[in-house]
Protein backbone atom coordinates (compact mmCIF):
# COMPACT_ATOMS: atom_id res chain seq x y z
CA UNK A 1 0.00 0.00 0.00
CA UNK A 2 1.66 3.43 -1.08
CA UNK A 3 -0.47 5.54 0.82
CA UNK A 4 -1.24 3.98 4.66
CA UNK A 5 -2.51 7.47 5.56
CA UNK A 6 -5.96 6.59 3.92
CA UNK A 7 -6.47 4.85 7.03
CA UNK A 8 -6.99 7.33 9.56
CA UNK A 9 -10.20 7.82 7.62
CA UNK A 10 -12.15 5.00 8.78
CA UNK A 11 -10.52 5.40 12.04
CA UNK A 12 -11.51 8.82 11.97
CA UNK A 13 -15.36 8.39 10.87
CA UNK A 14 -15.44 5.53 13.53
CA UNK A 15 -14.57 7.88 16.29
CA UNK A 16 -16.88 10.35 14.86
CA UNK A 17 -19.98 7.79 15.35
CA UNK A 18 -18.98 6.62 19.09
CA UNK A 19 -17.83 9.69 20.20
CA UNK A 20 -21.62 10.77 19.36
CA UNK A 21 -23.14 8.05 21.18
CA UNK A 22 -20.97 8.97 23.83
CA UNK A 23 -21.60 12.49 23.67
CA UNK A 24 -25.62 11.30 23.89
CA UNK A 25 -25.38 9.58 27.19
CA UNK A 26 -23.47 11.90 28.78
CA UNK A 27 -25.57 15.15 28.00
CA UNK A 28 -28.35 12.71 29.36
CA UNK A 29 -26.38 12.74 33.08
CA UNK A 30 -26.79 16.49 33.57
CA UNK A 31 -25.58 18.96 30.63
CA UNK A 32 -28.95 18.55 29.01
CA UNK A 33 -30.99 19.93 31.24
CA UNK A 34 -29.10 23.02 31.18
CA UNK A 35 -29.17 23.42 27.32
CA UNK A 36 -31.73 22.16 25.62
CA UNK A 37 -31.80 20.69 22.08
CA UNK A 38 -34.48 19.05 19.85
CA UNK A 39 -31.79 16.51 19.28
CA UNK A 40 -27.95 15.59 19.65
CA UNK A 41 -27.27 13.88 16.54
CA UNK A 42 -27.86 16.92 13.59
CA UNK A 43 -28.14 14.24 10.70
CA UNK A 44 -31.56 12.86 10.15
CA UNK A 45 -30.15 10.01 8.61
CA UNK A 46 -28.54 8.58 11.88
CA UNK A 47 -30.77 10.23 14.57
CA UNK A 48 -32.71 7.40 15.45
CA UNK A 49 -29.88 5.04 16.05
CA UNK A 50 -27.71 7.82 18.26
CA UNK A 51 -30.97 8.57 20.34
CA UNK A 52 -31.04 4.59 20.98
CA UNK A 53 -27.57 4.65 21.39
CA UNK A 54 -27.13 1.90 18.50
CA UNK A 55 -23.13 0.63 18.73
CA UNK A 56 -24.21 -1.36 15.53
CA UNK A 57 -25.02 0.95 12.60
CA UNK A 58 -25.26 -0.66 9.02
CA UNK A 59 -25.94 2.48 7.68
CA UNK A 60 -23.30 4.25 9.10
CA UNK A 61 -20.39 1.19 8.24
CA UNK A 62 -21.98 1.37 4.48
CA UNK A 63 -21.35 5.04 4.59
CA UNK A 64 -17.36 4.30 6.00
CA UNK A 65 -16.73 1.91 2.96
CA UNK A 66 -17.90 4.20 0.67
CA UNK A 67 -15.88 7.18 1.76
CA UNK A 68 -13.48 5.15 2.61
CA UNK A 69 -13.71 3.74 -1.63
CA UNK A 70 -13.36 7.05 -2.80
CA UNK A 71 -10.21 7.84 -0.80
CA UNK A 72 -8.77 4.19 -1.61
CA UNK A 73 -9.42 5.23 -5.51
CA UNK A 74 -8.09 8.66 -5.44
CA UNK A 75 -4.88 6.75 -3.97
CA UNK A 76 -4.72 4.23 -6.61
CA UNK A 77 -5.90 6.52 -9.80
CA UNK A 78 -4.66 10.14 -8.83
CA UNK A 79 -0.96 9.19 -9.27
CA UNK A 80 2.43 10.59 -11.04
CA UNK A 81 1.73 14.46 -12.05
CA UNK A 82 -1.82 14.05 -10.39
CA UNK A 83 -0.41 13.39 -7.12
CA UNK A 84 -1.77 16.46 -5.55
CA UNK A 85 -5.73 15.39 -6.89
CA UNK A 86 -4.98 12.59 -4.30
CA UNK A 87 -3.66 14.92 -1.73
CA UNK A 88 -6.69 17.62 -2.06
CA UNK A 89 -8.99 14.65 -1.80
CA UNK A 90 -6.95 13.29 1.17
CA UNK A 91 -7.21 16.91 3.17
CA UNK A 92 -10.72 17.33 2.67
CA UNK A 93 -11.67 14.34 4.46
CA UNK A 94 -8.73 14.30 7.43
CA UNK A 95 -10.07 17.70 7.62
CA UNK A 96 -13.39 17.56 7.68
CA UNK A 97 -13.42 14.60 10.43
CA UNK A 98 -10.85 15.71 12.28
CA UNK A 99 -12.59 18.60 12.99
CA UNK A 100 -16.07 17.14 13.64
CA UNK A 101 -14.36 14.68 16.36
CA UNK A 102 -12.48 17.90 17.96
CA UNK A 103 -15.95 19.44 18.14
CA UNK A 104 -16.74 16.08 19.82
CA UNK A 105 -14.01 16.02 22.48
CA UNK A 106 -14.89 19.85 23.04
CA UNK A 107 -18.67 18.77 23.91
CA UNK A 108 -16.96 15.49 25.99
CA UNK A 109 -15.04 17.65 28.33
CA UNK A 110 -18.31 20.34 28.64
CA UNK A 111 -20.39 17.49 29.71
CA UNK A 112 -17.73 16.29 32.26
CA UNK A 113 -16.93 19.81 33.89
CA UNK A 114 -20.74 19.99 34.28
CA UNK A 115 -21.17 16.43 35.99
CA UNK A 116 -17.84 17.20 37.86
CA UNK A 117 -18.95 20.60 39.31
CA UNK A 118 -23.05 20.43 39.73
CA UNK A 119 -23.61 23.91 40.72
CA UNK A 120 -21.73 25.51 37.93
CA UNK A 121 -25.00 26.30 35.78
CA UNK A 122 -28.30 27.19 37.06
CA UNK A 123 -31.77 26.98 34.84
CA UNK A 124 -31.94 25.79 31.21
CA UNK A 125 -31.55 27.70 27.81
CA UNK A 126 -33.58 26.48 24.82
CA UNK A 127 -31.24 25.73 21.43
CA UNK A 128 -33.19 25.87 18.55
CA UNK A 129 -32.25 23.33 16.01
CA UNK A 130 -30.98 25.93 13.31
CA UNK A 131 -28.74 27.67 15.18
CA UNK A 132 -27.20 23.72 16.01
CA UNK A 133 -26.91 22.93 12.49
CA UNK A 134 -25.13 26.64 11.98
CA UNK A 135 -22.78 26.19 14.59
CA UNK A 136 -21.93 22.97 13.25
Same mark, same amino acid.
Given at each position: ?? &??????? #??????????????????? %????? &???????? +?? #??? %??????????????????? *?? *?????????F? $???Y????????????????????? &???? +?? $??? *???????????????? &?? *??? %? %??
Amino acid at each position: MN &HPEILLL #PVLMIADYYLTILGAVFRE %RGYGK &HFKIETYE +LN #PDY %RSEVDSKSLLNLKFIGQVL *FN *FGILLASSVFL $TGKYEFAYQIVLGFYLTLFGYINGL &HTSN +LL $TFL *FVAKNPGTFEGAIDIP &HG *FNL %R %RS
